[in-house]
């Protein structure tokens, strides 16, 4: 199976950076401290689009790690625009050894997108007021539903 992964990755990038300059558009008295991919799905017939969202320095802090709960738990904007390129990934018929190497190809295609925004929106290259994100805003994979792997994924997403 081919997937195009540089194309995922742009699509994502692209995505994100439009998510985040969006949800602060409608929320310009918010300061944003992170944004995650999260709900990260596969087995060997299916890798799914996982959820992008993002949260703010008012949430709850007993929520402050858990995506899911998030104000802007999934951002529609970003993940419509990826799904797309998901299609031939959701019906895989592959092998464990093939399969493995999707999911970290996919792995590493989420990681890569997490420290290109990251870099863009501590340097101030995203259309945003430089007050918008915290000074450790960040963007990363954020699963705990992943166990010990979570640790992992959060650790090469985030420099």
């Known amino acids: 199976m081919i997937v195009d992964w540089d194309r995922i990755e742009h699509a994502w990038h692209d995505a994100v950076v439009d998510a985040i300059v969006d949800t602060i558009g409608s929320n310009p008295d918010e300061r944003f401290y992170a944004g995650a991919f999260w709900l990260l799905q596969g087995d060997y017939s299916s890798i799914l689009c996982p959820a992008f969202g993002l949260n703010c320095e008012r ?30 990934l959701e019906e895989l018929r592959v092998d464990q050894p093939t399969f493995d ?3 970290e190809q996919h792995i590493a295609t989420l990681c890569a997108v997490s420290k290109g925004v990251t870099g863009r929106a501590r340097s101030g290259r995203i259309a945003a007021p430089p007050d918008a994100f915290t000074e450790s805003f960040f963007v990363g994979i954020v699963d705990f539903a992943h166990g010990d792997e979570a640790e992992e994924y959060l650790r090469r997403s985030v420099d």
């Open 101 to 103: 190497a999707l999911w």
């Open 59 to 88: 949430s709850d802090p007993e929520i402050r790690w858990h995506p899911p709960d998030w104000r802007w738990s999934v951002v529609d904007l970003a993940v419509e625009a990826v799904r797309p390129l998901y299609l031939p």
